[in-house]
């Protein structure tokens, strides 16, 4: 059953924007952040075209009473943050609230196919990009108990990054006391 999330654009003041406060979207802005170019933002965008940015990535947010917190867009949202003053007004999507599992689902996938778009070129960039996403998929699991698709799972995202598998090696056997003592 598709769900139907209402959205109505809005300009907003950028200092009435706030990062999320639930704890699942705190871990997928963070690890959005992790994932992002090393590059500052200054370096790629003005902000004289922050207002196409802007349109062109959205940043949705939801209310919380007096001010709005961001439920995703968050490299967009922290783009705006670097490069605009916070009195500026920026366009955003605003989310009727819904239940917190879909705000993080979205979140979630965003992340991923953003990831996956922009699959980094080198290995060891995939590597990274991999582990932080598998680390924050078991954390959703764990923490939050956000049972992802299998398609999102662990095995998965090792395939759809290009992972090879690290060589295993056989576990090593722990000797007892017992026959540390009767070897010397």
């Given at each position: 059953?598709?769900?139907?999330?209402k959205?109505?654009?809005?300009?907003l003041?950028?200092s009435k924007?706030q990062?999320p406060a639930?704890?699942?979207l705190?871990?997928?802005?963070q690890?959005?952040?992790?994932l992002s170019s090393?590059q500052?933002v200054?370096?790629?965008?003005?902000?004289?075209d922050?207002?196409w940015?802007?349109?062109?990535?959205?940043?949705m947010?939801?209310q919380?009473?007096?001010?709005f917190?961001?439920v995703a867009?968050f490299?967009t949202y922290h783009?705006?943050?670097?490069?605009?003053d916070?009195?500026?007004?920026?366009t955003?999507?605003r989310?009727?609230?819904v239940e917190?599992i879909i705000?993080?689902?979205?979140?979630?996938?965003?992340l991923?196919s953003?990831?996956?778009?922009?699959?980094?070129?080198?290995?060891?960039?995939?590597v990274e990009?991999y582990?932080q996403l598998?680390?924050?998929?078991?954390?959703?699991?764990k923490?939050?108990?956000?049972?992802?698709?299998e398609k999102?799972?662990a095995?998965s995202?090792?395939?759809?990054?290009?992972?090879?598998?690290?060589?295993?090696r056989?576990a090593?056997?722990?000797k007892?006391e017992?026959?540390?003592l009767?070897?010397e």
């Amino acid at each position: 059953m598709p769900i139907a999330i209402k959205e109505e654009t809005l300009n907003l003041p950028l200092s009435k924007v706030q990062s999320p406060a639930l704890d699942a979207l705190i871990d997928i802005e963070q690890t959005s952040l992790a994932l992002s170019s090393r590059q500052p933002v200054y370096a790629w965008l003005d902000a004289s075209d922050m207002g196409w940015f802007l349109r062109y990535n959205p940043v949705m947010v939801i209310q919380v009473s007096r001010h709005f917190e961001v439920v995703a867009g968050f490299r967009t949202y922290h783009a705006a943050i670097s490069i605009l003053d916070p009195d500026e007004q920026i366009t955003v999507q605003r989310i009727r609230k819904v239940e917190d599992i879909i705000l993080v689902k979205g979140a979630f996938y965003e992340l991923v196919s953003q990831s996956l778009m922009h699959t980094p070129t080198s290995s060891s960039e995939g590597v990274e990009a991999y582990d932080q996403l598998r680390k924050l998929s078991l954390r959703l699991r764990k923490q939050h108990g956000l049972k992802l698709p299998e398609k999102f799972s662990a095995k998965s995202l090792k395939s759809l990054f290009g992972v090879k598998s690290k060589e295993m090696r056989p576990a090593r056997k722990r000797k007892s006391e017992l026959t540390r003592l009767m070897e010397e």
